[in-house]
C-alpha cells in the first residue's frame, strides 16, 4: 500500500470501466439495437457487460414457462369438434383445498333433475387480490384443468368491483395453454396419454377396450368352434376383471353394510 | 454442593445432550423431569427453579447459546402454557431442549435475560402475544402490537378479525363457494377490538409513554441537563419511515449532543402474525407463507421448513427422505440464494454509508442473473415456494427460455446448465474481484467502518446473534458445519470469521462467503450432471400429509443468520393437517437484540451504517 485515496481512484476507474462497457454493445450492434432479438438476448445473458435497462413497456422480458401469476381455467378449443368451450374442470375442489389463501370459491355443478353432482363447475370465482401466486392450484389439479398465466399486467382502477374473477373471466383455451408452455403441455399430454381431457380419454379407452374384448370373444368363440377346445386364454383376462368387479361390488356392500350399522348405533347413543 | 461436584464434572461440557440431559435430572430431582411425550424431546425444567436450571446449562455444560425461546398454549390438550428453550454449544452439537410449563390463568415464567440477554425480544415476544409475564426481565413491554391492543393474540382462543374457521380448507369454498369478500361482512374499521377501559382518544400518548419512560425520561424530554445548549439531552425517532431502516422500522434515541446514550429499536409496523396464520394453514400451505419472511431468501427460507416438517414426518412409519437430486438441487438454490442476499446487503450497507447505488446497481446486475434461474426454475424470482416435503417442486429445466405472450415480449433462450455453469466458473468470480477492487481498500468505507458498532465476542454469544454478524465477532458459528442437514457434509468449504467485530470485519465476511458459496457451487455442478435424471421427489407429491405427533425444529443457515422453524404436531391422534405450533425463530429481530449496545457511544451517522451491516429484512423482523 503506498499514498493515502490510492483506493478511491482505484475504485473510480472501475466505474468508469462499466460506464464504458455498457455502451460497447451499443457500438457493436450500431443501428440494430431495437430490431430483432439477437442484442437484446446477449444483453441481457450470462456473458453481458455493463448495466442494460430493458425499456419496459416498449420493450419486455419474456417470461418462462413456468412463471406464475394468477391462474385461468382451461376449456376445450372453441372450434373442437366434439365439446367447444367445454370446461376440463370436474369442480373436484382440490384446487380450494390447498389453495393457501383460500381465494378459489367454487359451486359444484349440479344435475337439475336429480340433484346429484356433475363433473362441471356451476360457478369458479378466484379473488386476484388475495392469490399469493403460489401455483399449487395448477400444481395439484389432477385433471389439468387449471394452470398459472404469464399475463401479469392486471392493474385497474378498482379493486372492488374488478378484482374477482368469474368463470367466464377465467376460461382460456386449451390452445393457449400450449402456446405459453408448450413443453409443460407436452409433458402433460404425454402422462395422460393424449391431447384430450382425462376423462374423454378414459370413457375412449373403455370403449376401445369393450369393442377389442367383443373381438376376442368372437375369436375366442370361433376357436372354440373350429377346435372344440376349453377356455381360450384370450378371454382370461375378461373373467379376471370380472371376478375383480364382483370382489369389489362384495366389499362394498360389506362397507355399507357397516355405514348403516354404525349409524343405527350412533342412533341408539342419541336417542 | 459436593455430590454435584460428582456428578457435574469439567468434562461435563463435553457430554452429549443425552447425558447432559441424565446429569441435569440426577443434580436437580424432582426439579427437572425428562418430557416423554410421544415426539417430544427434551427435559422439563420447573419453572421456580429454571434460572438456577439454565445457569447450569450454560455454566456447568456448556450449551451457551441459546438459539430459540418461544411459547405453545396446548388449550384442550394439557391446558398449560409451556415456553420451550433451544441452548447449543458454539462448539457445535445438536439443542438441549428444555421447557417450562405454566397454568394459562396468570401465567408466570422466570425471565432467562439474565442468563441469556438474547432472550430479551422473545419473551417480549412471548409476553406480547401470548400474555406469559417475565418476572424479572427488565424491560417487558408489547414488541409487535401495539401498547393496549385487546388480547394476546396467539393464544388459542383468540380471534382474528377477519376469523372464518379454525383451520384451512374452509368449508364455505366447497362445494358450495358463493363468494364475498371478508371486508363486506366486517367492514374496515370495524375490525378491531379495544379493551373495555381502552381509551381510543388518548392512545398516542399512553402508548409513546411507556417507551419514552423505559428509556429514563419523561414525554417531555426537553429538560437540559447541564448549563447551556452544549449537553441537550435529545429524544429523536429515526424511522419508522426512514431510507436508511429498510422498511418500516424504527429507533428511538437518546442523544448527547451527536452521540447516541441509548437507542430501542420499536417494531411491528408489519407485523401480520404470520405464526397465527401458519397455525390455521395446513402444513403444505405455510410453505409460500415463508416465502414472505425474508424475501430475499425464500429459496432458504422454504428449506428451513422442509426440513423442520420432514423432521415430523420421519416419526411416522412411511416416511421418505429426499432423494440425492433433490438434496443437491436443494443446495444449489440455497447458495445461489446466499449470493444473492449478500450481493444486496453490501449494496445496501454502502448506500448507507454515502455510496449512493453505484455498489448496489452492480451488485443488482449480477443478482438478477441469478434470479432469471430461480424464475425459470421455481415460477417466480422472489417468492420461489420450490421445496416440497420430501423434494422439490419441478427438475431443473432443459433451457431457460422465454415465451413471447405479451405485445413487446423479448424471447431469451440459454441452455440451463451452461448458464449456470457460465454464472459459477466465470462471471461471479470475476464479479467479486471487480467488487472487492472497488470497495474493499477504499479508504472511506475503512475510515465509516473500522472500530464502528463493534460488538465484542462473549457479547455476540449472550445476545445470540447469528450469522454474519456472529462469525464478523469471531465465532466460527455456521450451522452447516454445527449440526449439519442436507448434503453440507460432504462439501469442502470454510467458515469465514472476523476478528474485530466491527462493521468492517461484517462486510469482509459476507465478500468471503459469497467465495465461499461459489467454491460450493462449483462442487455441486458435477453433481448435478451426474444425478441428472433421476427423480427430484421421494414418492408421490402429497397436498395434505397426515403429520405424525410431536415437535420439530428445524433450522438452516441462513444468509440473514440462524434461521429455525419450531413446528408442533398435537391434537389429532391419527396425525394432524394442520401445525399446532408453528413458530419461526427470524435471524432479522434476534439479531437486533445487540443493536442498542452497539450503537451505545457512536454517533448518529454511525447508527444507520450498524443497522445495515446487522442486515435486516422487515419481513422477516415482524412477521
Known sequence: MTGYGQGIVRGLLITLKHLVNTYIDDIRYAGRKYIGDEIFQIRQGPKSQGAYTVQYPDEKIAVPERFRFVPFLVVEDYDHPERPGHDWCTSCGICAKVCPPQCIWIVRGEDPNTGRPIPEPQAFYIDIDICMNCGYCAEFCPFDAIKMDHDYELASYDRTTHHIYDKKKLSKELRYWKSIAPTTALEEMQARGGWEHSDVLKERKKAERAVSSAKTDAQGAAVMTAEAAPAAPASQPETDAEAEKAARLAKREAALARKRERQAHEGEAQS | MNDVMDIITPDAVELDVAAAAAALEARFPRIVRPDTRPGYTGIIVDRNHLVEVARAIRDDLGFDYLSSATAVDYLGISDEMEMVYHAYRTSGGPALVFKAQTPRDDAEIPSLVSVWPGADFQEREAWDLYGIRFPGHPNLKRILMWEGFAGHPMRKDWYEAYYEQEHKPFDSRWPSGHVYRAEERNPYGKNVRYPADFDLSRLTDRSEEA?????????????????????????????????????????????????????????????????????????????????????????????????????LLSLGARYQPPTYRAEVIRVLMVE???????????????????????????????????????????????????????????????????????????????????????????????????????????????????????????????YSASGPLLRGSGVAYDVRRAEPYSIYPELDFDIPVGTNGDIYDRYLVRMQEMRESIRILKQILPRLERTKGEPIMAGKPVHTPRVPLGEAYGRVE??????????????????????????????????????????????????????????????ETDR
Not at chain 2, 417531555?220 to 425517532?237: K, Y
Not at chain 2, 394442520?578 to 445487540?594: D, E, M, Q
Request: with cysteine; aromatic share 8%.
Open chain 2, 558 to 619: 441462513n444468509p440473514k443468520g440462524e434461521l429455525g422453524f419450531y413446528v408442533v404436531s398435537a391434537g389429532d391422534e391419527k396425525g394432524t393437517q394442520n401445525p399446532w405450533r408453528y413458530h419461526v425463530r427470524a435471524p432479522s429481530f434476534i439479531n437486533l437484540t445487540p443493536l442498542g449496545l452497539m450503537c451505545r457511544g457512536q454517533k448518529v451517522a454511525d447508527v444507520v451504517a450498524i443497522l445495515g451491516s446487522i442486515d435486516i429484512v422487515l419481513g
Open chain 2, 211 to 311: 417507551l419514552y419512560s423505559g428509556l429514563g425520561l419523561g414525554v417531555d424530554v426537553q429538560e437540559l441537563s447541564g448549563e447551556g445548549i452544549a449537553t441537550d439531552r435529545l429524544v429523536v425517532n429515526l424511522g419508522p419511515h426512514h431510507p436508511s431502516t429498510h422498511g418500516v422500522f424504527r429507533m428511538v434515541v437518546t442523544l448527547n449532543g451527536e452521540t447516541i446514550e441509548s437507542l430501542e429499536p420499536v417494531m411491528g409496523y408489519l407485523h401480520r402474525n404470520h405464526e397465527k396464520i401458519g397455525e390455521r394453514n395446513t402444513y403444505l400451505h405455510n410453505m409460500p407463507f415463508t416465502d414472505r419472511l425474508d424475501y430475499i431468501c425464500s429459496m432458504s427460507n422454504n428449506l428451513g421448513y422442509a426440513l423442520a416438517v420432514e423432521h
Open chain 2, 336 to 462: 445461489l440464494t446466499r449470493i444473492v442476499n449478500h450481493l444486496w446487503s453490501i449494496g445496501f450497507l454502502l448506500n448507507d454509508l454515502g455510496a449512493f447505488f453505484t455498489p448496489m446497481l452492480y451488485a443488482n446486475n449480477e443478482r438478477e442473473k441469478i434470479l432469471d434461474i430461480f424464475e425459470a426454475t421455481a415460477g417466480s424470482r422472489l417468492m420461489c415456494n420450490y421445496m416440497r416435503f420430501g423434494g422439490v417442486f419441478k427438475d431443473l429445466p432443459e433451457r431457460i427460455r422465454g415465451v413471447a405472450n405479451l405485445v413487446n415480449d423479448k424471447v431469451r433462450d440459454y441452455n440451463t446448465l451452461d448458464y449456470i455453469t457460465e454464472i459459477v466458473n466465470e462471471r461471479l468470480p470475476r464479479f467479486l474481484d471487480e467488487y472487492e477492487a472497488l470497495l474493499t481498500h477504499n479508504e472511506i468505507l475503512k475510515e465509516r467502518s473500522i472500530g464502528v458498532g463493534v460488538l465484542p465476542r462473549d457479547k455476540a454469544i449472550a
